[in-house]
Structure formats: structure tokens, C-alpha cells
């Protein structure tokens, strides 16, 4: 069995998490008033959300298809972690002809798969490096933001163990998409909206780069709590080790804040596996426990993911 203080220590040293400390520089000149999944716009009555994001440059290398078909599954999970349906996506192409080809041919993949609508694109053909960059623009009902989670509501985590690993230079990727039909991917998709319309999820956020306690990290900080949770009720793949897993990215894993842990059990039945894995608390710390054992996985009273202090 693995050691706690050596899963902290390797989690908190992942390169998907360690990055995140280089949003801190860029927000003290744009000022940025939220850490969230996503960027929400209020439009006659209509909840507009945006999110964008570029992918690395070692999975852009070692699988430019695989990093066209993930630009456009990243950005279609941050606006469902907010309560979105995706409808329309943009992105910009650079690099050599054959490298821009076959990332053109993996968003297709990725548009097809989502059921989502190309809208604008934009084509670096001269340009020194290989790059896909790219935005999704869903609609919500009802918007649950990553930045309002609440002291004493369960942590309930939502991940799809259907799937297998893959390394991208850095990035480790565990994607459950690819096997499956659009419909099955959709059906899951509604699933997460049914339950962020419900009105009994007060937080929410999608596992990205920086992996699970990565993403609870970034959720903790954006809302000012602290988080106390057991490893071993993290829904995970049979035959992975916890250092594995934890500096994993789930192609569709969510974090969620809720009071009546019930309600999720719709998610349990589209595919997802289910569990509450503790609860938010308001002293800023957060505690990971395995067995009888506890550590401090981060302080956010003295440090911060997005380098802030």
C-alpha cells in the first residue's frame, strides 16, 4: 500500500497542478475577478457561458489528433460543469501542414461526438510551432458556478471509470469517450445538466489537468474553504495506484457541492461512478485521510494554486 505523506508529495508536485501557480502574474494585470471553470454572460434572460483553453504542447506533439479531439472535449466539460449545453466552437490552427491536418481531423471527431457546431476558426500556416487553441459557447437554464461552495456540504465526485490511460508527454489522460457512440456521451452530458438544474448543487467544477485534488484544489480557493476528504472514496479504476490516479485527467470527471448526496444518483445510472468523498469546510485547509492517517494537502491561509500569495 502506498504511503499518504508520498501521495501528497507526488500530487502536489504534478506539473498539471504546478502550472496553475503562473495564472497568478497574468491576473494581476487583467484583473480577473474569478477563478471559474468558465465565463458567464447574462443576456436578455439568456445565460451565455464561454470557456477556452489551449492544449499542451506535449500532447499537441506526441498525438496531434488526440489534441484536436481534446480541444474540443476540455471545453465542452468546463460549460457543462457549469450547467451549459455546448452549441458552438472556435479554435486556432497552427503549425506545419501534415501536424495541422490531422488536428483538424480529431476536432471533427470531437465536434461529431459532442453534437456541437463549428463556428470560426482561424489558420497559422507560417508559424514557428504546432498549437490548438479553441472556445466552446454553451446555454444554461440555470448556471452552477465552481466559486460557491459552502462549509458542511458533501463533496460528491462524478467519474467515468469506463476508460483507460494514455500518456501525452506529461499530461496522463484517461479517456472514456472514444468507445462510446455520440448519443452515449450526450446522454451522460444531459445527465450532469438534469442535476445542475435540480437546484440542490451549489458548487461544481470539472477534473482537468491538475488533476482530482488539483481541480478540488482550484474549487477550494475560488470559493474560500477548505475541504476534508477520504482518498479511498474516490471513485477509481480497478488496478491503478492513488499516486496514478490522482495526477490523472479523467475525460469526464466532476467535483460537486451538495447538501443532499441523493440526487446523484441519476449520474450513477447514465454511467457515472458515484461517491461523497467528505465535505467543504471553512478553515481553508485541505486534508486528505487514508485509513487512520491525515495530511495537510494544501493551506490555502498560506499558499495558493493560482500563485496569488
Known amino acids: ?10 500530487t502536489r508536485s504534478y506539473k498539471g497542478l504546478s502550472r496553475k501557480a503562473q495564472i497568478g502574474e497574468i491576473v494581476n494585470i487583467l484583473g480577473e475577478v474569478d477563478y471559474d471553470d468558465a465565463g458567464i454572460l447574462e443576456v436578455q434572460g439568456l445565460n451565455i457561458v464561454v470557456s477556452t483553453d489551449g492544449i499542451a ?61 463549428l463556428l470560426k476558426g482561424h489558420t497559422h500556416p507560417d508559424s514557428s510551432y504546432a498549437a490548438i487553441d479553441a472556445a466552446v459557447v454553451g446555454l444554461a437554464k440555470k448556471v452552477v458556478r465552481g466559486i460557491e461552495a459552502r462549509p458542511g456540504d458533501e463533496i460528491v465526485m462524478a ?66 474553504v477548505g475541504a476534508e476528504i477520504s482518498l479511498e472514496k474516490i471513485p477509481t479504476p480497478e488496478g491503478s495506484s492513488l499516486s496514478e490516479w490522482l495526477t490523472s485527467y479523467p475525460a469526464m470527471g466532476f467535483i460537486f457541492g451538495s447538501p443532499n448526496p441523493k440526487i446523484f444518483e441519476v449520474l450513477r445510472n447514465s454511467g457515472f461512478s458515484v461517491e461523497s468523498v467528505g465535505r467543504f469546510t471553512a478553515d481553508k485547509r485541505i486534508i486528505v485521510s487514508m485509513g487512520q492517517k491525515k495530511e495537510i494537502f494544501m493551506d490555502l491561509t498560506r499558499e495558493s494554486v493560482f500563485g496569488l500569495r
Open 1 to 10: 500500500m502506498e504511503d499518504l505523506k508520498e501521495i501528497v508529495n507526488k
Open 57 to 117: 504542447e506535449d500532447l499537441v506533439k506526441s498525438d496531434p489528433w488526440f489534441a484536436g479531439y481534446y480541444s474540443v472535449l476540455v471545453n465542452v466539460n468546463d460549460v457543462v460543469a457549469k450547467g451549459a449545453r455546448p452549441l458552438g466552437y472556435v479554435n486556432v490552427i497552427s503549425g506545419p501542414r501534415e501536424i495541422r491536418k490531422k488536428m483538424a481531423e480529431g476536432i471533427k471527431a470531437g465536434l461529431e461526438k459532442y453534437n456541437v457546431k
Open 159 to 224: 467519474i467515468d471509470l469506463s476508460g483507460s490511460f494514455g500518456l501525452k508527454g506529461w499530461v496522463k489522460c484517461f479517456d472514456s469517450t472514444l468507445k462510446k457512440t455520440s448519443k452515449q456521451v450526450q446522454d451522460m452530458i444531459s445527465a450532469i445538466i438534469s442535476v445542475l438544474e435540480s437546484g440542490e448543487v451549489y458548487c461544481s467544477r470539472d477534473i482537468s489537468a491538475p488533476g482530482i485534488l488539483g481541480s478540488l484544489a482550484m474549487l477550494c480557493e475560488a470559493s474560500s
